[in-house]
């Protein structure tokens, strides 16, 4: 794709129309079949570039995060969290729905070819299956010796990209999955967000079809965990993007509120830094990321984010209606090396 192609052949704004099961959480774009995908927590939409709505997956009864679509195979990857916290609370009075007991963590697989119409249903369709990972349980239900709970703060699962092995710009893809971190003010350990690898081949192995009153424990666990020192963020990485323009990878956080931080909202990891082991919360040794210049204050990217991988990309300016649906612009920008990303105007 040449550097006037995405110009020239997707529309500069998408609204997404208007729904009331939350906020938009995430986008993905099937360039070749001219599809977007967009999630509001407990569906997700499927819908052409001029905004025409082909169908949705609904019934999803936790938060369905950010999401990525693999041009491997076709599917679109998510994080769905069915979690007892202030988010799991809000979902249940949104639904009217108890969720199980038990804090379960998936990666959820869908396969949007199968998205055809309205109203379809997350675990009767058979358009939806879901991968357990234990690690984030035993990380979020943890109590720590001095009583606080959640290991590193975690608080689950968010941003999710697919893309090369970090310091590899080819080679074989993965799915990095993005943990949600507490931003706590009163506790240290949540200065690092941490990012785990997956393979995807193993992630579809063991993925179950969804049952979520009675969460199923078929899962695995990461093949590499990485932690990258961005200081305190308020509910850690909402949405991760691999860009092949750049080789880098895009972070889009809310930013933290600790004084002693620069509290930047968006991140852009070197892809061509291989991890560097070092030293990370709790004085354990972790593979840590290299990030440019800090961070930057770019305020979009956390309620989606896509990268065409020629210097273009959407990013979402969410907005609440008066009557309490959420929507969402989806708006392009091309890359400039000085001022990061440039927002296309209509003209």
């Not at 396969?111 to 349980?137: F, G, H, N, Q, S």
């Not at 070197?270 to 354990?284: A, H």
């Not at 979009?300 to 969410?318: A, L, N, Q, R, V």
Request: proline fraction near 3%; include cysteine.
């Amino acid at each position: 794709m040449d550097n006037n192609q995405t110009k020239k052949e997707f529309p500069k704004n998408i609204n997404t129309g208007n729904w009331s099961q939350g906020h938009i959480q995430g986008i993905a774009v099937d360039k070749a079949k001219g599809y977007i995908y967009y999630c509001f927590t407990t569906i997700l939409v499927k819908a052409k570039f001029d905004g025409t709505v082909i169908g949705w997956v609904k019934g999803f009864l936790g938060h369905l995060g950010c999401i990525d679509y693999n041009e491997g195979d076709g599917k679109v990857y998510a994080s769905l969290e069915l979690k007892h916290d202030a988010i799991g609370a809000g979902i249940e009075k949104n639904t009217g729905i108890k969720i199980a007991e038990e804090n379960a963590f998936y990666i959820a697989i869908i396969d949007v070819d199968k998205i055809c119409r309205p109203d379809m249903d997350a675990e009767k369709d058979e358009v939806v299956k879901t991968a357990y990972l234990p690690i984030v349980v035993e990380w979020f239900d943890a109590i720590l010796p001095d009583g606080k709970q959640h290991k590193y703060a975690v608080s689950g699962i968010d941003g999710t990209g697919v893309g090369p092995v970090f310091g590899e710009k080819n080679g074989t893809k993965k799915l990095m999955v993005a943990c949600g971190i507490y931003g706590d003010n009163n506790r240290e350990d949540n200065d690092f967000n941490i990012i785990m690898q997956y393979d995807i081949r193993a992630v579809n192995e063991c993925a179950l079809t969804p049952s979520q009153l009675a969460p199923h424990h078929s899962g695995l666990m990461p093949e590499e965990v990485y932690f990258m020192y961005t200081g305190n963020t308020d509910w850690g990485i909402q949405n991760l993007e691999y860009d092949e323009y750049t080789g880098n990878w895009l972070v889009a956080v809310y930013k933290g509120h600790k004084e002693q931080f620069r509290n930047y909202p968006f991140f852009i990891i070197d892809g061509s830094v291989k991890p560097r082991t070092d030293t990370v919360t709790y004085g354990e040794t972790g593979k840590v990321l290299t990030l440019f210049n800090g961070g930057i204050y770019f305020n979009k990217g956390t309620t989606g984010m896509y990268s065409f991988g020629d210097g273009y990309y959407y990013f979402s300016h969410d907005y609440r209606n008066e009557d309490k649906t959420y929507a969402s612009n989806i708006r392009l920008y091309r890359y400039d090396e000085k001022e990061t990303f440039v927002l296309l105007e209509d003209k």
